[in-house]
């Protein structure tokens, strides 16, 4: 089977999944269909909820910025994101320098 | 003639043709220039089509430059083979098939994308040059002929990372890139010369006959494995690749991400096929695999961060190679021993060449992407995209392909190879899948995040005007979509059919071995 894998641990089927996929979208679809069917397009029922304020025009007013995403991750991990952001610093001699000692540490580690 | 008997010849040539041609083809008009520009591509991927189908069954091809045969690899009275020559197995040929693939795919996408800059000329000989090196770099079977492939590879992609001169960010990604890069080649060279100095040869199978586990030995092998992991892309020597993909032309940075698995090539070969008496089971494979680990787990804490969108996908290369550099690192721990060879070994080295030729495609496409919407938008920035998914939804369809697949969402392609690599790395030691798989949640989360960031939202003011890309970019894109899909739904074929020989390959090296060296 050009689809079936057996990796020496477990077995995979890549159509298993598909199978499983197309029996779950039917089940949403089921699920969807038992919802209120009073729903008109282009009333006021298609338009944002913003708090109860006005939606501005542009949409960039009120979108979420990719900087914003994960704040609470990266609050959490600041002392890491402190010490990687300071390794990439943008400084070509110090790049220079990580790859000398790496390649020295290297050379240690296959001489021991 | 037989010409199929010299497509290892034709697979560099092709390539090289092109590149040394395009000063005339440069000053013909758009459509015959286009019209070179994927001749030249199309051929070279024929060709590494029907080298690839030629290995499958376990062959070795073997071709020799300037010889009185091109099958001749060692005279008579000679004891090792001296001239230039090509050596092909089952797991030499996948990188190759990789890289003339996205190399097509990003000729394609780079008539629509490069049309509205000047200096074709000059684009066309750099990106035949890079292809030709990094197709040389998996096809010679001699370490000096490695170094020259290289150089060619390296030089032109500096000057394609610098090709758009009057950007800065650009001239300064490829001036960090070349600095690092030209004290990794006399590095390189200098292991070479100690190897030649010792043994009186550079040819790959007669130092794999000959080496023995000596101090020189030892030192010429780390040299050569910090310099290739430092070409591929691992932590903590990584940090000229944000930069570079960044700033390199989307096409150009499609083929670059080919380049790597080039050098990850090269990598894999020297530890497995020229020094796997003093590389197995020991230091080096746990060298791998915590360059891997590193690799993994820092590239994708870099990655989520950052909100531009090829640089958060250049710090995701790093993290890819961790994979594969894990993978392999179990593998050649394994190769200490029969049994454990049997065991997980076996499976590791499968779930490390599946990862790299996935990541190949899937990587590629995503650059692609990231090219179309700074086509479309003016912009890298993802606080400045949103909503573009109404107005390119071809483009966004592909991206969830990618996204999906990189990320490891059954039952796309990734998932498969993270599964394998899962699953033989927990033979090793359970911390190495758990860091996989939180790494793998990140990528997710990340990819989220550009998706919800470039596509989703309300529509801007600014993007109303948006429209999908032309059909030359998107026709890139199908490529690699096509194959990552093909990797998805048929991972029994291509793991049965491509990857069990080249594990056999990597496996057996003595085959490698007599190829050249014949019954020695």
Known sequence: MWSQLDTGFGHWNVFVWL??????????????????????????????????????EDGADFSVPASSSYWGFRVAMEPLYNLLNRFH??????????????????GVLVLI | MNLSDHLPAFLVMIPLLGAFLTPFAGSFNRGTRNAFFVTFSGLTLLTAIALCLSTLNGDVLVYVMGGESFALTLPSGMTYPVRILFEIDAFGSLPILCIAIASFAGALFSLDYMDRFSGWKRFLALYFLMTAGALGMCATGDMFNFFVFVEISSIASFGLVAFWRDKPE?????????????????????????????????????????????????????????????KCGSFPMHTWMPDT????????????????????????????????????????????????????????????VQHEIKRLMGYHSISQVGYMLLAMGVGLLALGSPEAVETYGRAAIRGGIFHSVNYSFYKALLFLCAGSLYYATGTRDLDKMGGLARSMPWTAGMFVVAAAAISGLPPFNGFVSKWMIYESSFAVHPILPAVAMITSVLTLASFVKVFQAAFLGPAKAKFVAVR??????????????????????????FTSGFFESAVNALVNHQSYVRAVMGGM
């Open chain 1, 19 to 56: 199978f499983f996929f197309v029996i779950i979208s039917a089940f949403a679809l089921w699920v969807r269909s038992l919802g209120r069917m009073d729903y008109k397009r282009s009333t006021e029922q298609d338009e944002i909820f913003w708090s109860g304020n006005e939606v501005p």
């Open chain 1, 89 to 106: 610093n943008g400084n070509a001699s110090d790049y220079a320098g990580y790859f000398i000692v790496t390649v020295a540490s290297i």
């Open chain 2, 170 to 230: 650009a001239v300064e990604a490829s001036f960090k890139y070349m600095l690092i890069s030209q004290i990794a080649a006399m590095l390189l060279l200098l292991a070479i010369g100690t190897l030649y100095g010792r043994y009186d040869a550079v040819n790959m199978a007669a130092l794999s006959a000959m080496a023995g586990s000596g101090t020189l030995e030892r030192v010429a092998m780390g040299l050569i494995i910090a310099v290739l992991a430092f």
């Open chain 2, 245 to 304: 993909y960044a700033e390199a032309p989307s096409g150009v940075t499609c083929l670059l991400v080919t380049v790597s698995q080039a050098s990850f090539y090269g990598l894999v070969r020297v530890c497995y096929s020229i020094f796997p008496g003093l590389a197995a089971g020991g230091v080096v494979a746990w060298m791998l695999i915590a360059l891997g680990v590193m690799s993994m787990f820092f590239g994708v804490l870099m990655a989520v």
């Open chain 2, 468 to 493: 999908e890309v032309p059909y030359g970019m998107l026709a890139g894109m199908a490529v690699l979509t096509v194959m990552t899909l093909l990797l998805s739904l048929f991972p029994g074929w």
